[in-house]
């Protein structure tokens, strides 16, 4: 069996990451890019589809795991009865290789371990070759085009399709396992120093932490949340994916399980601010510089989601030999949204560009050319059904946060014209501002509830439309938000936490119930700032930051009667919506302060 979710940590070198369990288990790695197959894929499934275990081979008496100051070297100590080991893994930023460093680590006493490699490339189902290498350093397991390298002075043996060893680490021994990756055609990748590497990767990330501006409260755990935010990225383009993972299920046991190891337009805004306000302005322009490349072509065809390198086919299939996350099947490579039209993404990127030039980021000059195309084509568009924010599967419909979204898109393109000069057909697109705006008032806000809805004619409510504030659609103080906002709390809120989806719904899956979402819950707490309801924005906060797991890291939902984090992890958009949420608190106690995460300047 995998480990609960909240009991994992994450690694990574800015090109992949890997999920390491409570117990010394690496799980997870999808080598050597994060859309790349996983040679561990245990998390999935067991032990059989791939691991690589670290641990005391007598029965542990405690187990305690920290990250190393504010980096991303991940420390367990074990505890036995005969003595204490530190277990420190970590990923050196990625050099000519990509490697994974283990250092076993005696602090008292003296401990007898073991440790078990089962390297299964293809999501678990390829068992690969396994030989010394040419002059016996090293063991190289190798596999159609992967070939993974492993050196220790542990001597290793082969046992049943595994390797394993066991070893002693007394009271100051340190005892070293390096794995790397490389292409089986190429020369078998060289060794790298174990120490030196610890000490390139802990200079790396303090310096990378000690450039964050943020001076607010629960700092802690802002910087781990922009930490893991810089883990998701793939550094050569830029691209931040919404998570490491794929098929951790939304609800346990079920079967809404989605590859989420790609990069979504969706996030794109909140990304940006994320960034920017905390004052990460390099990957801030990184990433806006993958969002204009992954965009660029004909706006008829961009997509909700692009791989890492821009890719635009991201074909769905089924992994059909893995049994899944405790069960919950089926196990999804690839994602078929990509393919969905959503009208959400014109306005994220078009406000996107706009933030970037308040932040007076060095843009394109392509860019206003990109904008005005989009802008064209969505001229023709927005007034058709979509599959909305949450990739709806089926028959489109008209999504009230789409509409807004396709208001935000030519809003923000009149205030880019506006404030900076730009050419553009100023006449049209205003024109188009207050037709979509009066169309949303009229279809998407149900009197009855007093709150905005779904969909246009539905009674059925979504939690996107909180955010109807925050991009400026309504000032907060309206009374068609501040009915939605109770209405929210009536229908949407369970066990103090946001669901995304109304629970009134009537669905034809077996378990429609979801775990609650942690950034819905998030953009609540926004929503109270804006509407100055700051302690009851804290108090949602607080709630959020409750679950945290104890490397501050967070999935996607949360299953408040299982006490469990359920969907991927860890999850992008949750970590961007803390850092958010947590600027907003900080700037709103300053009173003369306007919330610094307002979308809508």
Known sequence: MSCRI?????????????????????????????????????????NRHGRWLISPAEAVVKTSRRYRDNTLILETRFETESGTVDLIDFMPPRGNASDIVRLVCGVKGTVRLRMELIIRFGFGADIPWVKK??????????????????????????????????????????????????????????????AQALQDTEAFWTEWSSRCTYEGFARNLVLRSLIVLKALTFAPTGGIVAAPTTSLPEKLGGQRNWDYRYCWLRDATFTLLALMNSGYT?????????????????????????????????????????????GAQPVRVGNAAHAQLQL???????????????AKLQLDDASWSLECAVLEHLAEEWDRPDHGIWERRG??????????????????????????????????????????????????????????????????????????P???????????????????EQYLMRDGFVMRHDPREVSEEKQPIEGAFLACTLWLADAYVLAGEVEKAQTLFDRVIAIAN????????????????????????????????????????????????????
Request: proline share 5%.
């Open 344 to 358: 959400d993404v014109y306005g994220e990127l078009i406000d996107a560009f706009h933030q970037s030039r308040v």
């Open 6 to 46: 909240e009991d994992y940590g994450l690694i990574g070198d800015c090109e992949t990451a890997a999920l390491v369990g409570r117990d010394g288990s690496i799980d997870w790695l999808c080598w050597p890019a994060f859309d790349c197959d996983a040679c561990f894929a245990a998390l999935l499934g067991n």
């Open 282 to 326: 390099e990957e801030a322009l990184a990433w806006h510089n993958w969002l204009l490349r992954a965009a660029a072509g004909a706006p008829a065809n961009m997509q909700i989601m692009y791989g890492i390198m821009g890719q635009r086919r991201l074909l769905e299939w089924e992994a059909l030999w893995l049994p899944g996350y405790e």
């Open 550 to 601: 104890d490397l501050g890291l967070l999935a996607e939902e949360y299953d408040a009667v299982a006490g469990r984090q359920t969907g991927n992890f860890p999850q992008a958009l949750t970590h961007i919506a803390l850092i958010n949420t947590a600027h907003n608190l900080s700037a709103a106690k300053r009173a003369a302060e306007k919330p610094a995460v307002q979308r809508s300047k």
């Open 395 to 468: 028959e489109g419909r008209h999504y009230v946060f789409s509409k807004v979204m396709t208001w935000v898109a030519f809003d923000r393109g009149i205030k880019s014209a506006q404030k900076f000069g730009l050419k553009a057909p100023l006449g049209k697109w205003l024109l188009l501002r207050e037709t979509i705006h009066r169309d949303v008032c009229a279809k998407g806000f149900d009197r009855k509830l007093n709150s905005f809805v779904e969909s246009y004619g539905s009674q059925l409510l979504d939690a996107s439309v909180l955010l109807l």
């Open 133 to 194: 290498s040419a002059d016996g350093s090293a063991l190289l397991a190798i596999c159609g085009q992967d070939m993974v390298v492993l050196r220790s002075p542990v001597e290793t043996r082969g046992q049943d399709l595994t390797t394993v060893a066991e070893f002693a680490v007394g009271e100051g021994e340190i005892v070293p396992f390096v794995m790397t990756y490389g292409p089986s055609h190429l020369p078998v990748p060289g060794p790298i120093d174990p």
């Open 470 to 488: 925050a991009v400026g659609f309504l000032p907060p103080t309206d009374s068609r938000i501040r009915g939605t906002l109770a209405a929210t």
